[in-house]
């Protein structure tokens, strides 16, 4: 009888410890809600729960701009984040206070299939990488519509003068010339943003002395011009009517459709044509923002967001695995199938294929050619103030001037420097 109970409960336990070895694990996945980021992440998740049965995903979706970043640092905060989440890499990532909220990655075995200069971008203050790169890098400049262009027989510019010059042609054919889409608040600061190239090459410390605070946007004529651009293309009269109502899934329909001719906004936007417009991929070519120099004519690129996991998650062991599993070559090129390629990856061996949209291919050569891409100030410096896009917005709507916007960004920035307890500030 004894041995027959000692039988039965080591039965019980063996089958027990089985159960936990086969225990299933429901992942939560917060991402952004871009057609492209949804496409790649459901994309992954159907293929590790495939290799990997016993873990499957909730996926929840959160706006962009600044009402995502709020949901991100409050959920982080409050110990209410979901066990993976994807966020943008530089500053932002910084300002999310890493060293105390985030999962250390940088043991991870797929770390090694990540390029040095991404790991930059997401490494905490003590040395630690905390994310993997999630989607292609980007380039920040303007689609414009191929049809319109070849109708009219426009050339892409290469100085802010040109590209003023066929707007104005665009507009005395009757058509939009430069979308807007404000409701989005995010996307208003493009003009600013991806000027960024124009100000380093006029003057190459700035990012140091940003972040030193010994250069301002308002007292440095080079980054004031963003504003200015800002400011100079509402008073042309060449936006679409509706761009205090207009969304970016409207920006983006209307560049590629040929509603508009220009849309200032990051390469990423690729993917929302393919998943939305795909028979209008190929209408839709682009250029880097010009600036006053022909000769000088680059891309300001954009890094990939991340993806990242909370330090408090109830699954972090599980969570780390996937995450390994998304700095593979066969994940990203299981990206690349879901949404696209709208930019290089920053996974080594992970090879573009031939018969990427011509967006695409108007894009690759700053890439390919030694000094004509330089990153964005916010992978440069830590500080990006959470105000800008609220006066891109204004300037872009003729509600503020430009030097009015400059000054109260630098006001807002000096708040944010000295919650980072940056020196000199």
Not at 122 to 148: E, H, K, L, Q
Not at 149 to 177: C, D, H, R, S
């Amino acid at each position: 009888m004894n041995r027959l109970i000692h039988s039965t409960a080591l039965a019980g336990a063996m089958a027990l410890v089985a159960g936990l070895a086969q225990a299933e694990v429901t992942l939560s996945v917060l991402i952004d809600n871009n057609p492209e980021t949804v496409a790649m992440m459901e994309a992954l998740t159907a293929a590790y729960t495939a290799a990997n049965p016993d873990v499957t995903f909730e996926i929840e979706q959160r706006t962009g701009g600044a009402e995502g970043d709020n949901i991100v640092k409050t959920r982080l905060a409050t110990g209410e984040m979901a066990d993976v989440f994807n966020y943008n890499s530089g500053s932002l990532f910084q300002a999310l206070n890493p060293q105390q909220t985030l999962a250390d990655m940088s043991s991870l075995g797929g770390q090694g299939n990540v390029l040095d200069s991404f790991k930059q971008v997401v490494t905490s203050p003590d040395g630690a990488v905390r994310g993997v790169p999630f989607g292609p890098a980007m380039g920040g400049g303007i689609f414009y519509n191929i049809p319109i262009y070849q109708e009219l027989g426009l050339t892409p510019p290469k100085t802010w003068a040109e590209f003023m010059a066929n707007n104005e042609k665009i507009k005395a054919a009757g058509k939009v010339a430069v979308i807007q889409t404000y409701t989005d608040t995010w996307t208003s600061q493009l003009f600013i943003l991806a000027d960024y190239f124009n100000v380093q090459a006029e003057v190459p410390n700035f990012a140091a002395d940003y972040t030193a605070n010994k250069a301002k946007y308002a007292s440095t004529p080079a980054a004031m011009r963003g504003f200015e651009r800002l400011e100079e293309v509402f008073k042309a009269g060449v936006l679409n009517e509706d761009f205090g109502a207009a969304t970016f899934d409207d920006g983006m329909r209307m560049v590629s459709t040929g509603e508009g001719a220009h849309y200032p906004m990051l390469t990423f936007g690729i993917g929302n044509v393919k998943q939305n417009y795909p028979d209008n991929l190929n209408d839709m070519g682009f250029f880097a923002q010009p600036g006053n120099d022909a000769a000088k004519n680059g891309l300001t690129v954009w890094m990939p967001a991340a993806i990242y996991v909370p330090e408090a998650s109830a699954n972090k062991e599980e969570a780390l695995k996937f995450v390994d599993f998304v700095a593979t070559v066969e994940s990203c090129q299981t990206m690349i199938s879901a949404a696209g390629a709208s930019g290089p990856y920053l996974i080594k061996g992970c090879e573009l294929p031939a018969d990427v949209p011509q967006a695409v291919k108007d894009m690759l050569p700053y890439f390919q050619t030694e000094g004509m891409t330089a990153p964005a100030l916010e992978f440069l410096s830590p500080i990006k103030g959470p105000a800008l896009e609220q006066l891109t917005v204004e300037v872009g709507s003729g509600i503020r001037p430009a030097a009015d916007a400059a000054a109260l960004y630098d006001q807002d920035v000096e708040k944010q420097a000295k919650q980072l307890g940056l020196p000199n500030w």
